[in-house]
């Protein structure tokens, strides 16, 4: 954009967009103004391409309207709920064409910062710049051409196509490889690519579509129409090899017409590309194409490119003429082009309107057509134009109804009957067909087809035709009578009337039908002749006659009346005429005769006659001897002996010369049956020396005599086929033929035998080769399609399209989206379009409920179903699922409260709360719990208590004790999520703990066991202290009505009020039950032993915080839980007795519930054994503890029973039963434990005895082992009667887990005692090896070896024992695995191993005393299989045993055929882990290969060699391969055959006829009789045999020829002429002269005269040269031309191309012009705009003159010379010091306007200038112009 000159008025705001898109703000006067200053905003960043999104290209394409105040006004108050006021107006355009960018501004109207872009662009001036303009971004490179760089002037040129920074203004130094940053952006709207429309705006890349559309992504097709469908035009592409010789110089390619795009040529090849142009107005052109570059030829760019071996012409079109290539010879070889182009379709079918209606009323029809329209020209042009392209489809005519008003009728009403049923459409009729054309042989019958319409009244008349095109027109002529019409067949015929000479022979001929019946309607002019001369080749010698004179003369003259006697007829014939006189008057003289070929023209009764070769026969003689008498001029008398005498003379002279045979010429056919003619002279009898043919009688010439020569078969010889058409027609395509070996047996039969390829000697020609080797355009490739978006309800799937090229070389280059001018394939496309199931939708939050502290938000929720077609309908609520929460509501949280109001009843969350009573019965290090139960836990217990809610977030969840709020301490925990954590339990938690979430709220009561089995009362201080001892005093109907309250909702009705200030504690209804139940009697002594005497590193097992803690609480041992119901129950028992009996009645009850709880708990073991049966090793699992009722682990012993079960009880297996009590240290140096516990030795324990006591039916026996193995007992390791183990003075070898094993018929229990040194940790280990092969589970100890196979799950368990408590930590290969695998005993599991879970586990146990680490290495066991591939075993077959026979055994079996005394090589492909040993057996014996020489083992055993095989060889070999995983046996067959050669059969015979034709006998290679494949014989010896002879007959006549003779004349129309000839080689070998009608029945006569040089006689013309007014070359220097064309010598025009073989004229030369007597001026350089600094520049005016007058004229005269520089930099040395002068100070901020439409503006922002005037960046120079 231009900055206008001259002063601006103060204020006033100038946008300039600049290269670095840049606001500068103008104050003040332009020059001269001592206070202007500048102000720089900062710049608006557009977003980058990639991330160009939907509302930045919606706001650009709704952004070309203009807006003025009001519109801003308005449009603020429709957005005032945003921060943005509305968009300003456009901007100017920042170019005038060529398309440029103008911006349009927005203010944030609030003091935050707004979301979105206060800046947007569009593109404007969308016109294409003049020629003379050039290009963009080289006008902005060459500005810095009078700017030093480094000191240094250089002329810029344009670096495009830059692929990291499109636009930034890259320059290269001409003439030199330097290549410098100009500036960081190039002006607005300059290209980014070269063949891109994407401009830089703000020097970023912008989509720009072909429809100049900033974030348009619309393109050109193919056919350059903008978002076309590539129907306008259609791909040419070609190939064209040269042809060219010494008098065919020049030769077309090819003519791409006006409008073609995308062309692309390459010529490989000596030869030189040229072009000829014609343009629409009928100029004509050529370009000679002689140096690479870019030119410009008749408007149209034409990019060349020569090389030493081809030559590549582009032209990016359109066209603007018709462009004919040539090429020019300028080699001895031949060159191929390759094109490619686009042609426009530029004749179309355009559908015409509706023709006028068939009716004016009443209801009519009428139809549309179609007609031909030159897009060109722009008119219809005739239909052929449009046929010419198959593209074109012409449109069926469509017809429509139309004037339906009824009509008016004479009575004034006429009624209108539907039109469909009532007034049919018009159709065609036509007229019976006409007699046949002919009665035979094929002829025509016609017929009339009109187009008619029926009336109402069912009238019918002829109409237009076309009112009947919407339907096909009969057709009116047909075919008929096609049978073939009567003809003549002669028979054969008769032997020769005479035995030797001439003679005649005679045929039947008979007319015969189509059908083979002998009928009439021949032609008698057609019908052959039924006789002919035949002539016998014996000639007819007759011995000299001793008869008397006077019989010698009367038949010497009868002979000759008889020979002269011949007339003409109607078949050609000789005629001779009558002997002339004698040459002499006495003596023997010759007599002479005419003898002519003639015929009887019946028609006209005439004599017409003929050449010689239309008359068959020989021709009579035309030349004898006569004798005139003798010459003494005396007349003797007759005197017989002298008339003897003459004549006998006359006979001499007669016989003095005869014809012979002299040998034959060359045969006519190397090979394959030839033929030689015998050679016939004339000769002197006596000197046997050649005579003048005229001195032998003509009549007793010999006939012609052919015989058979070099029958002998063709060597072989390769026969080659045409080459396929290309598979690809761009890249790189393939070619085929085929190719095979063959050799000619006869060429009289045309008899060719194919051969295998080996028999042909010289090198096979290739069977394929490369075609169309040249880049394809470029085009879209998709990729596969990702999945779908959705799952229903219609998604979208995508893919990747992109654009590449598929090169000469077959690879692909990937190029940018703008190469490829087709649309683009869809890059998504809708899926899953079928109806979703039924959903619910949900509406917005509403607000919350409270303006502060906690509230609730709800919305609604509707049924929908979303259809296939993307829509969504409401459907009736039932048919969606329940939805997950019983109201749709929230919680929210504004701001804190001294106390959140009470959300709604109706909208309050939920609490999922768990209604059991929990009784601990041993310590255990943590429990958890959820809330909305009771729970008797012993002190020192961890508990996590967990409150589940819905509908509300779990960190507003609140707790509180006894009424108080609870934060989180040292000792308790709150925690969030809902999880409340109290560590080891004290007397002071005891209480009731309560869960509030919003309004819902859930309780938990803790209460403390004693160890006195008494609940612990709470310590003095506490809340509800007076009321605990009155509460342990309650009796159960004082229980059961705190129950009965409690079940009225006193206690737990979720109120804050009511639960802050309970009567009575909530938990003491339970307290009766729960102590009765602790001093029920039959518990074992030990079950509750004192809290204090617990030690705190009793392991128990927890679960994880992230577990359903109350599955958790079900895996818990040693805990008791009860249903809430359960114990409700109860309490109703009681209470519904007498007071006086509720005492003794509860007594009761709770010993009834105790026996069920042992009951329960038996069976629930039971269970438990189960489940452990079928484990590969035995491991010890805690039991689950969840059964109905309550759950224990405890014991009941009967008094005296001592374990022992009656015999009455049921059969039972074995349980070993687990006490809870620790060991009990009874003296200093005497331990006693149960199962289950840890023994810590100590250096002054002396004994320790371990009891195990077991039940079961039979009783169970006991055993006992240590780490796994048996117990040896010792007189220090005794079992006790009891079957306790005992040891005395125990040593540090007894450490490790001690398992007492109860076994009877029904199965077994284990339980293990850790017994370890001073505490250390102990593993439980086990030293065996565990192979598993079937098992899908296995589990083994640690220490073991564990070799499995795939897709098992595999459990190692590490138990460890210690004190204090033991920490476990796994390992793999020495890396720490996560705690996913862990187990909650410190087990590992891994499931569904694989080879990725191999290696080395490590259990490492830890504690205060030290560390122990025990490992177990897992293998992974693969079984014996074949491999998938077998390639690598192939190769190995084949290093071991090259060129020998091999064969790879299967499971199925294989089979391997051989000859004694071969070598074989069998493989034995496997694969397994670990690798199989692999063992070779025969017939069922293993190989010995030590024993017999014949075998050998190779390959560790994967290949057994077999040397020199005999029949004891035979049978299968198997091959065996183990490993641990399982064995896998693979077979193969040795079969030893012997093959040999056998006669099998004779070929087909080598000729037909002749005498030369031979059979050979075939061989085949057989094996036990049977024909196999000939390699197997290779080697073996053939037998000899020998051809038998075959068809040894007389051929048939056939036609022979001679070669064609020279053609009279090289141009203009000649004629060449051969000898045809009828012969027939007979048995003997002779070949012999037949007439020729002989051969035309057997085939068609072959021409013996044919046209030749038919060319016209053509030559170069041209007219004289125009005036030399063409563009300047040079000083004084122009171009002019003259038209170049060819004709006829007659001076008739011709095609250029039949000129092309001639040496063609130039058709242009250089000239003197006064025109171009230019030069460039220049004028002196003004002042410098600075005296020193970087910033002073000068200009000066530089025009093109005339050299003569010294004015100026247009600037293209000159341009082949370089214009000078008009402006440069100046005084560039350094100031010296930083203060200028007030003079300086305008000079440097004055803007100067320059020449040529461009003003420069240059600013110097001095130091010392106060903040106001200066920016806050460093200084900016914007150098700005209008470029056009």
Same mark, same amino acid.
């Given at each position: 954009m231009a900055l206008a000159a001259g002063p601006r008025r103060r204020g006033s705001l100038a946008p300039i967009l600049s290269g670095t898109l840049c606001l500068l703000i103008l104050a003040g006067q332009v020059c001269g103004d001592q206070s202007q200053g500048a102000v720089f905003l900062r710049e608006f960043t557009l977003i980058r391409r990639e991330s160009l999104h939907d509302d930045f290209l919606s706001d650009l394409l709704n952004s070309h309207k203009i807006e003025d105040a009001s519109s801003r006004t308005a449009r603020s108050e429709e957005?005032?709920?945003?921060?943005?006021?509305?968009?300003?107006?456009?901007?100017?355009?920042?170019?005038?064409?060529?398309?440029?960018?103008?911006?349009?501004?927005?203010?944030?109207?609030?003091?935050?910062?707004?979301?979105?872009?206060?800046?947007?662009?569009?593109?404007?001036?969308?016109?294409?710049?003049?020629?003379?303009?050039?290009?963009?971004?080289?006008?902005?490179?060459?500005?810095?051409?009078?700017?030093?760089?480094?000191?240094?002037?250089?002329?810029?040129?344009?670096?495009?196509?830059?692929?990291?920074?499109?636009?930034?203004?890259?320059?290269?130094?001409?003439?030199?490889?330097?290549?410098?940053?100009?500036?960081?952006?190039?002006?607005?709207?300059?290209?980014?690519?070269?063949?891109? @429309?994407?401009?830089?705006?703000?020097?970023?890349?912008?989509?720009?579509?072909?429809?100049?559309?900033?974030?348009?992504?619309?393109?050109?097709?193919?056919?350059?129409?903008?978002?076309?469908?590539g129907s306008t035009c259609r791909l040419v592409r070609g190939q064209y090899k040269s042809q060219l010789s010494a008098t065919k110089l020049d030769d077309t390619v090819v003519a791409i017409p006006y409008g073609s795009r995308h062309v692309r040529l390459v010529l490989k090849g000596p030869d030189h590309l040229y072009l000829e142009t014609k343009t629409l107005q009928g100029t004509k052109g050529e370009n000679s194409l002689s140096t690479t570059g870019t030119f410009l030829v008749d408007n149209s760019s034409v990019d060349f490119q020569k090389f030493p071996d081809k030559e590549i012409l582009r032209m990016a079109g359109p066209l603007t003429a018709d462009f004919i290539v040539k090429v020019h010879s300028a080699g001895a070889a031949d060159s191929t082009v390759q094109f490619i182009f686009y042609q426009p379709i530029i004749h179309r079918w355009r559908e015409t309107d509706f023709f006028p209606c068939s009716a004016?009323?009443?209801?009519?029809?009428?139809?549309?057509?179609?007609?031909?329209?030159?897009?060109?020209?722009?008119?219809?042009?005739?239909?052929?134009?449009?046929?010419?392209?198959?593209?074109?489809?012409?449109?069926?005519?469509?017809?429509?109804?139309?004037?339906?008003?009824?009509?008016?009728?004479?009575?004034?009403?006429?009624?209108?009957?539907?039109?469909?049923?009532?007034?049919?459409?018009?159709?065609? $009729?036509?007229?019976?067909?006409?007699?046949?054309?002919?009665?035979?042989?094929?002829?025509?019958?016609?017929?009339?087809?009109?187009?008619?319409?029926?009336?109402?009244?069912?009238?019918?008349?002829?109409?237009?035709?076309?009112?009947?095109?919407?339907?096909p027109k009969m057709p009116i002529v047909q075919p008929c009578n096609i049978f073939d019409c009567p003809k003549w067949l002669a028979q054969e015929w008769s032997p020769c009337t005479v035995t030797c000479g001439q003679g005649l022979r005679y045929r039947v001929v008979l007319c015969i039908d189509h059908r083979g019946m002998h009928t009439g309607g021949c032609s008698p002019k057609t019908k052959p002749h039924i006789k002919e001369e035949c002539i016998i080749p014996t000639p007819c010698y007759k011995p000299k006659e001793k008869l008397p004179v006077e019989a010698k003369l009367p038949w010497h003259k009868q002979a000759q009346e008889l020979e002269e006697g011949a007339v003409v007829s109607e078949e050609p014939s000789f005629i001779p005429e009558?002997?002339?006189?004698?040459?002499?008057?006495?003596? !023997?003289?010759?007599?002479?005769?005419?003898?002519?070929?003639?015929?009887?023209?019946?028609?006209?009764?005439?004599?017409?006659?003929?050449?010689?070769? $239309?008359?068959?026969?020989?021709?009579?003689?035309?030349?004898?001897?006569?004798?005139?008498?003798?010459?003494?001029?005396?007349?003797?008398?007759?005197?017989?002996?002298?008339?003897?005498?003459?004549?006998?003379? @006359?006979?001499?002279f007669d016989e003095l010369y005869?014809?012979?045979?002299?040998?034959?010429?060359?045969?006519? $056919?190397?090979?394959?049956?030839? !033929?030689?003619?015998?050679?016939?002279?004339?000769?002197?009898?006596?000197?046997?020396?050649?005579?003048?043919?005229?001195?032998?009688?003509?009549?007793?010439?010999?006939?012609?005599?052919?015989?058979?020569?070099?029958?002998?078969?063709?060597?072989?010889r390769w026969e080659i086929g045409k080459w396929s058409p290309c598979s690809l027609t761009c890249g790189v395509g393939l070619q085929t033929r085929d190719v095979f070996c063959s050799h000619l047996l006869s060429r009289e039969m045309n008899e060719t035998v194919v051969l295998a390829d080996e028999l042909c000697h010289k090198p096979k020609p290739t069977v394929v080769q490369a075609c169309n080797r040249f880049n394809c355009p470029p085009t879209w490739y998709p990729a596969e399609w990702q999945q779908c978006s959705r799952t229903c309800g219609g998604g979208v799937q995508k893919r990747e399209v992109l654009c590449k090229q598929r090169m000469a070389d077959g690879s692909f280059l990937e190029l940018p989206e703008t190469f490829c001018s087709a649309p683009k394939l869809a890059s998504q496309q809708a899926c899953r379009n079928e109806d979703c199931p039924h959903e619910w939708l949900l509406s917005e939050w509403t607000q919350c409920s409270t303006s502060c502290g906690e509230g609730t938000q709800t919305r609604s929720a509707i049924c929908r179903k979303?259809?296939?077609?993307?829509?969504?309908?409401?459907?009736?609520?039932?048919?969606?699922?329940?939805?997950?929460?019983?109201?749709?509501?929230?919680?929210?949280?504004?701001?804190?409260?001294?106390?959140?109001?009470?959300?709604?009843?109706?909208?309050?969350?939920?609490?999922?709360?768990?209604?059991?009573?929990?009784?601990?019965?041993?310590?255990?290090?943590?429990?958890?719990?959820?809330?909305?139960?009771?729970?008797?836990?012993?002190?020192?217990?961890?508990?996590?208590?967990?409150?589940?809610?819905?509908?509300?977030?779990?960190?507003?969840?609140?707790?509180?004790?006894?009424?108080?709020?609870?934060?989180?301490?040292?000792?308790?925990?709150?925690?969030?999520?809902?999880?409340?954590?109290?560590?080891?339990?004290?007397?002071?938690?005891?209480?009731?703990?309560?869960?509030?979430?919003?309004?819902?709220?859930?309780?938990?009561?803790?209460?403390?066991?004693?160890?006195?089995?008494?609940?612990?009362?709470?310590?003095?201080?506490?809340?509800?202290?007076?009321?605990?001892?009155? !509460?342990?005093?309650?009796?159960?109907?004082?229980?059961?009505?705190?129950?009965?309250?409690?079940?009225?909702?006193?206690?737990?009705?979720?109120?804050?009020?009511?639960?802050?200030?309970?009567?009575?504690?909530?938990? *003491?209804?339970?307290?009766?039950?729960?102590?009765?139940?602790?001093e029920q009697r039959g518990w074992p002594g030990e079950l509750f032993t004192s809290w204090e005497a617990q030690d705190s590193t009793e392991r128990n097992i927890s679960s994880e915080e992230d577990q359903n803690p109350e599955q958790a609480l079900l895996h818990l041992p040693f805990t008791m839980v009860a249903e809430q119901q359960r114990l409700d129950d109860l309490l109703r028992n009681i209470s519904q007795q007498p007071e006086e009996l509720q005492d003794l009645y509860s007594k009761h009850l709770v010993a009834q519930l105790a026996k069920e709880i042992f009951r329960t708990h038996l069976e629930h073991q039971d269970s438990l054994l189960k489940s452990t049966e079928g484990r590969v090793h035995p491991v010890a699992i805690p039991p689950h503890k969840h059964v109905s009722g309550f759950s224990s682990s405890l014991r009941v012993a009967s008094p005296g029973s001592s374990g022992e079960v009656r015999s009455g009880q049921p059969h039972r297996k074995p349980v070993i039963l687990r006490k809870i009590s620790a060991a009990q240290q009874l003296s200093a140096s005497e331990v006693v434990t149960h199962l289950g516990q840890t023994v810590a030795l100590a250096s002054g324990t002396l004994s320790v005895l371990l009891h195990c006591e077991a039940v079961g039916n039979p009783k169970p026996t006991i055993t006992w082992a240590r780490n796994g193995e048996e117990v040896q007992y010792s007189d220090r390791i005794l079992l006790q009667p009891d079957d306790s183990l005992q040891i005395l003075a125990p040593v540090e070898a007894d450490v490790g887990f001690y398992t007492c094993n109860a076994t009877n018929t029904l199965g077994s229990d284990s339980v293990s005692i850790a017994v370890t040194l001073a505490g250390k940790p102990l593993v439980k280990t086990s030293r065996i090896a565990v192979t598993n092969t079937d098992l899908p589970a296995v589990t083994v100890d640690v220490g073991s070896v564990i070799k499995t196979i795939q897709g098992v799950n595999v459990t190692i368990s590490c138990q460890v024992a210690g004190v204090p408590e033991v920490e476990v930590t796994w390992f793999r290969n020495r890396s720490k695995l996560a705690p996913l695998h862990h187990l909650h005993d410190s087990?590992?599991?891994?499931?569904?191993?694989?080879?990725?879970?191999?290696?080395?586990?490590?259990?490492?146990?830890? *504690?205060?005393?030290?560390?122990?680490?025990?490992?177990?290495?897992?293998?992974?066991?693969?079984?014996?299989?074949?491999?998938?591939?077998?390639?690598?075993?192939?190769?190995?077959?084949?290093?071991?045993?090259?060129?020998?026979?091999?064969?790879?055994?299967?499971?199925?079996?294989?089979?391997?055929?051989?000859?004694?005394?071969?070598?074989?090589?069998?493989?034995?492909?496997?694969?397994?882990?670990?690798?199989?040993?692999?063992?070779?057996?025969?017939?069922?014996?293993?190989?010995?290969?030590?024993?017999?020489?014949?075998?050998?083992? @190779?390959?560790?055993?994967?290949?057994?060699?077999?040397?020199?095989?005999?029949?004891?060889?035979?049978?299968?070999?198997?091959?065996?391969?183990?490993?641990?995983?399982?064995?896998?046996?693979?077979?193969?067959?040795?079969?030893?055959?012997?093959?040999?050669?056998?006669?099998?059969?004779?070929?087909?015979?080598?000729?037909?006829?002749?005498?030369?034709? !031979?059979?050979?006998?075939?061989?085949?290679?057989?094996?036990?009789?049977?024909?196999?494949?000939?390699?197997?014989?290779a080697g073996k010896a053939k037998p000899t045999v020998q051809p038998v002879a075959c068809n040894r007959r007389d051929c048939p006549s056939r036609w022979m020829v001679t070669s064609w003779s020279s053609c009279t004349r090289s141009c203009g129309g000649g004629v060449q002429t051969r000898r045809v000839t009828c012969q027939k080689l007979k048995a003997t070998g002779v070949s012999v002269p037949m007439s020729n009608d002989m051969c035309s029945q057997l085939a068609k006569r072959p021409v013996d005269t044919q046209a030749c040089n038919q060319q016209l006689c053509v030559e170069w013309a041209f007219s004289s040269w125009g005036q030399c007014n063409g563009p300047c070359i040079g000083p004084r220097l122009a171009v002019q031309h003259r038209q170049v064309f060819c004709q006829t010598r007659d001076g008739i025009s011709l095609p250029l191309e039949q000129c092309s073989a001639l040496p063609r004229p130039v058709s242009t030369q250089n000239c003197w012009a006064e025109a171009c007597g230019v030069h460039w001026r220049v004028s002196l350089w003004t002042l410098c705009t600075a005296t020193c600094g970087n910033y002073g520049f000068q200009s000066r005016r530089v025009e093109c003159v005339h050299i003569r007058t010294n004015k100026p004229v247009p600037e293209h005269l000159c341009s082949w010379r370089p214009r000078p520089a008009n402006w440069q930099r100046c005084n560039i040395a350094p100031c010296e010091n930083n203060e200028e002068t007030e003079a300086q100070k305008s000079e440097g901020t004055c803007l100067r306007p320059l020449n040529y439409g461009v003003q420069r503006h240059h600013q110097v922002l001095r130091e010392g200038e106060t903040a106001e005037t200066l920016p806050a960046h460093p200084v900016q120079i914007s150098l700005l112009w209008d470029l056009r």
């Open positions: 957005d005032r709920d945003t921060l943005w006021d509305a968009w300003g107006p456009w901007s100017e355009c920042s170019r005038t064409c060529g398309g440029g960018a103008s911006y349009s501004l927005r203010r944030c109207l609030s003091s935050k910062s707004c979301e979105g872009r206060n800046i947007r662009y569009r593109t404007c001036s969308n016109v294409d710049c003049p020629p003379e303009a050039g290009d963009f971004r080289a006008q902005q490179c060459s500005a810095h051409n009078d700017v030093k760089y480094h000191g240094q002037f250089y002329e810029w040129l344009p670096v495009s196509n830059d692929p990291d920074n499109p636009c930034s203004l890259k320059c290269q130094a001409k003439g030199t490889s330097l290549v410098v940053e100009l500036a960081p952006k190039v002006l607005d709207g300059t290209r980014c690519y070269t063949e891109s @429309l994407d401009m830089c705006i703000s020097g970023l890349c912008q989509i720009v579509g072909c429809d100049h559309q900033l974030g348009s992504t619309v393109k050109e097709d193919s056919c350059g129409v903008c978002n076309g469908d004016t009323c009443g209801g009519g029809y009428q139809l549309t057509s179609a007609e031909c329209y030159d897009l060109r020209s722009s008119r219809v042009v005739a239909d052929q134009y449009c046929h010419y392209y198959p593209e074109n489809v012409k449109p069926k005519p469509k017809l429509q109804e139309c004037n339906l008003d009824p009509c008016p009728a004479s009575d004034g009403y006429k009624q209108i009957m539907p039109y469909d049923l009532y007034h049919p459409l018009p159709r065609w $009729e036509s007229t019976p067909w006409t007699a046949c054309s002919s009665s035979c042989g094929g002829g025509i019958q016609s017929r009339t087809v009109s187009c008619v319409e029926e009336d109402i009244q069912g009238h019918v008349s002829s109409v237009e035709e076309w009112k009947c095109m919407y339907t009558a002997w002339s006189a004698c040459t002499v008057t006495c003596g !023997v003289g010759t007599q002479v005769r005419m003898v002519k070929c003639q015929v009887l023209l019946s028609f006209s009764q005439s004599v017409a006659d003929l050449p010689v070769d $239309e008359c068959e026969g020989p021709k009579p003689v035309s030349q004898r001897a006569c004798y005139a008498g003798p010459c003494n001029g005396e007349i003797s008398e007759y005197n017989p002996e002298e008339t003897d005498l003459l004549y006998g003379g @006359l006979q001499d005869d014809w012979e045979y002299e040998g034959f010429t060359e045969c006519s $056919e190397s090979c394959g049956g030839g !033929v030689q003619e015998a050679v016939v002279s004339c000769l002197n009898k006596q000197t046997r020396e050649t005579a003048d043919e005229s001195l032998c009688v003509t009549s007793r010439r010999p006939p012609k005599l052919l015989k058979s020569c070099n029958l002998d078969p063709c060597p072989s979303i259809l296939k077609s993307g829509e969504s309908v409401i459907v009736n609520s039932s048919l969606c699922p329940p939805l997950p929460f019983s109201s749709s509501i929230q919680p929210c949280m504004l701001a804190a409260c001294a106390r959140p109001s009470r959300p709604s009843q109706k909208h309050s969350p939920h609490i999922t709360a768990v209604r059991k009573i929990y009784i601990q019965t041993r310590k255990q290090r943590k429990l958890h719990f959820v809330v909305g139960g009771f729970a008797y836990l012993l002190p020192k217990t961890s508990v996590v208590l967990r409150c589940p809610t819905r509908r509300f977030r779990k960190p507003l969840i609140t707790w509180e004790k006894d009424g108080q709020h609870l934060t989180s301490s040292a000792h308790i925990t709150v925690a969030p999520f809902g999880y409340l954590k109290i560590h080891r339990l004290k007397p002071s938690d005891t209480g009731t703990y309560t869960c509030s979430a919003g309004p819902a709220q859930e309780h938990f009561v803790i209460k403390l066991i004693g160890g006195n089995r008494k609940l612990l009362a709470r310590p003095l201080g506490l809340r509800g202290e007076e009321e605990a001892p009155s !509460v342990r005093k309650n009796s159960p109907h004082e229980a059961l009505r705190t129950q009965e309250k409690h079940q009225n909702g006193i206690f737990f009705n979720g109120s804050k009020a009511e639960k802050r200030a309970p009567a009575v504690d909530p938990g *003491n209804h339970y307290d009766e039950i729960v102590s009765r139940l602790l087990s590992l599991s891994i499931t569904n191993v694989s080879f990725s879970d191999q290696g080395l586990y490590s259990c490492r146990a830890v *504690n205060l005393h030290g560390e122990v680490t025990e490992n177990t290495q897992l293998v992974i066991l693969d079984p014996p299989h074949p491999p998938s591939q077998v390639e690598d075993m192939k190769a190995l077959l084949s290093a071991n045993g090259p060129n020998l026979p091999s064969v790879l055994t299967s499971p199925l079996g294989t089979q391997l055929v051989l000859s004694p005394g071969n070598s074989a090589i069998l493989g034995c492909p496997v694969q397994g882990q670990p690798m199989p040993n692999i063992t070779w057996f025969h017939d069922h014996q293993p190989v010995a290969t030590s024993a017999d020489p014949t075998y050998r083992i @190779l390959a560790a055993g994967q290949i057994l060699q077999i040397t020199n095989v005999s029949g004891g060889s035979q049978g299968e070999f198997s091959c065996l391969a183990q490993n641990e995983a399982g064995m896998l046996v693979q077979k193969a067959s040795l079969v030893i055959r012997e093959y040999w050669w056998a006669v099998d059969k004779l070929v087909g015979c080598s000729a037909s006829c002749g005498n030369k034709g !031979v059979q050979q006998l075939q061989l085949k290679c057989v094996l036990n009789n049977t024909e196999v494949n000939p390699s197997y014989c």
